[in-house]
């Protein structure tokens, strides 16, 4: 049986190629056996492309919690970082979009400026990335860097990780917990999200609080997209997505990506890869019944997050579809959530 394709919300590997620059020929083009993504083991598992994330590294104060001492030990509150300016964003922000340029130019993945870019990278076999900011620290108030970024391909922006940006304000990380933590967008925030519409930029709510999450639907005009999100109601996550903000999503033909960060699936909401499909199951179906069968897709969160046991890496894929089948999900659903609602929304998105 030939593999379903999967195309994907979320991805942090541009991370370890940071952390590694030196090896990247290795962790990219051969694996080194770390991780969860390479791009054998992407062939391996049907993963056609994503959203590959800048993301800017808090530094590590001496005396900061262990977060994933904390994660693995709910209930946790963790405090944010502190806000990081752009002139001090900006060069990580580079040295990882070079990454993402290197990898390009080794002729095993295009970096996606349109539908027609994915569609026509997925027919060569190439892995279509979309260039995505997690948290927009890379760029100023006068926004002027968005139009540098977007000339070089940026596609897809989340004003903020859950770190304060200049922009808005994210979630702390916090179980069990209400997204509505805080203020909305500030005033760039509100000019942000008006000229990421005019460039056709995607504004990806995940991490943001309620508020801003709010401020966004009332200013954008396009569809609102959580790229790596689950559902508050079964695991009350400060990360996870009311009911409400699933319905506003529905209404404005938007999308939500299922994350597989255990943490934000398991409903005791432990980070601890040792959970079936039952859990994953229960996210997808309540998904499902408040955004219908159109808006609901794949958000791994690999290479950032702790994931379920039965996935394990990018090659497990096809056991998570697999899954979704023995659950009774039909051929034309299954090709909907792994890779056609991402690229429908997408036309939405971008025109
Ligand atoms: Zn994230």
Redesign the pocket.
Known sequence: MTLTPVFDG?NDFLLRLLRDPGNRETIWLTGEGKGQLDLPRMRAGGFAGGFFAIYIPSPRAHDAPDFNAAMDNPPYDLPLPELIGDAAALPVAMAMAGHLMWMERTGTLTICRSTADIRAAMAAGRIAAILHM?GAEPIGADLDALHVWHAAGLRSLGPV?SRPTVFGHGVPFRFPGSPDTGPGLTEAGRRLVGECNALRIMLDL??LNEKGFDDVAALSDAPLVAT?SNAHAITPSSRNLTDRQLRMIAETKGMVGLNYATTFLREDGRQDPAIGWGPVLRHMDHLLSLLGEDHLGLGS?FD?ATIPQGIGDVAGLPRLLDAFRAHGYGEPLIEKLAWKNWLAVLDRTWG
Request: charged share 25%; net charge negative; glycine share 12%.
């Open positions: 979320h997690e990780w995940s991490h790596h969160d950032g």
